[in-house]
């Protein structure tokens, strides 16, 4: 009687000991799986590092191009036959980049920019819709610092970018001092969040691509060609900004 009496009293905390043991299983295997994904990602990103960039660089140019016309239009409403053209967006190159005489600078100015964007790029987020954005924003303003040529600010964004501080997300802590019931529904919810980002990962196409692949790099030439026509469309959309 005395034991099924402490084993009642204790269940509480059995419980929690459980919901632990599960939850490290659970972000084992999440981790493992995300590692997986991660490398096989990178290695996807520096197959296709030119293509992503250009999409990128596209991308930002026909957003900069919606708003210049919504802008004309606003701005045609104001005065009327009077409204002069606006100065047109031009697209990113090499010539847009300020000249030096120091040609390794130039190189350095190109590594940290690529390295930078294919680090923020918003493919990387298919599955966060909220860090898209932020990416998105993040690589405009890295498109917009490595145009102006400025090594020094390029260095300091760069550093930026890779402290983790550019797409930073709040970490949640459990506080301390909670009861064990409380920290019970803690657990359960993380242990759900953590059942939730499984199956998300699990889900992942580049997961599935290396899972069930029988050549996961054959996945490299079907993204080729979807850049591809991304690209060509991108560039007739822009073409004005030339």
């Known amino acids: 009687m ?32 995300e590692q997986k994904t991660i490398a096989f990602e990178t ?6 590092a030119d293509e992503l960039i250009e999409k990128q660089e596209l991308r930002i140019i026909y957003k900069k191009l919606k708003q210049a016309k919504k802008e004309k239009r606003l701005e045609q409403k104001k005065r009327g036959k009077n ?9 990113i190159s090499t010539a847009a980049v300020n000249k030096t005489s120091n040609k390794e600078e130039q190189k350095e100015i190109k590594r940290l920019y690529r390295e930078a964007m294919l680090h923020v790029h918003p493919d990387k987020f298919s599955m966060n819709e909220e860090k898209i954005d932020l990416a998105t924003e993040v690589t405009s303003k890295l498109i917009d610092i490595y145009r102006a040529g ?93």
Request: no cysteine; charged share 30%.
């Open 2 to 33: 005395l034991d099924k009496k402490l084993q009642i009293s204790n269940k509480p905390a059995l419980d929690q000991l459980f919901l632990k043991g599960q939850i490290e299983a659970l972000r084992k295997e999440l981790e493992f799986i």
């Open 43 to 48: 290695l996807l990103r520096t197959s296709l």
């Open 83 to 91: 409204y002069k053209e606006p100065i047109g967006i031009k697209p």
């Open 150 to 242: 400025n090594l020094h600010e390029l260095q300091q964004y760069h550093a930026h970018i890779f402290s983790g501080n550019a797409l930073n997300q709040e970490i949640k802590v459990l506080p301390k001092g909670t009861k064990i019931i409380a920290q019970n529904s803690y657990l359960k919810k993380e242990k759900e969040h953590l059942e939730d980002l499984l199956f998300a990962a699990k889900n992942r196409h580049t997961y599935k691509v290396l899972t069930e692949y029988p050549d996961p790099l054959l996945f490299v030439e079907e993204l080729r060609v979807y850049y591809a026509d991304k690209i060509i469309k991108l560039r007739k959309r822009t073409r004005k900004a030339v």
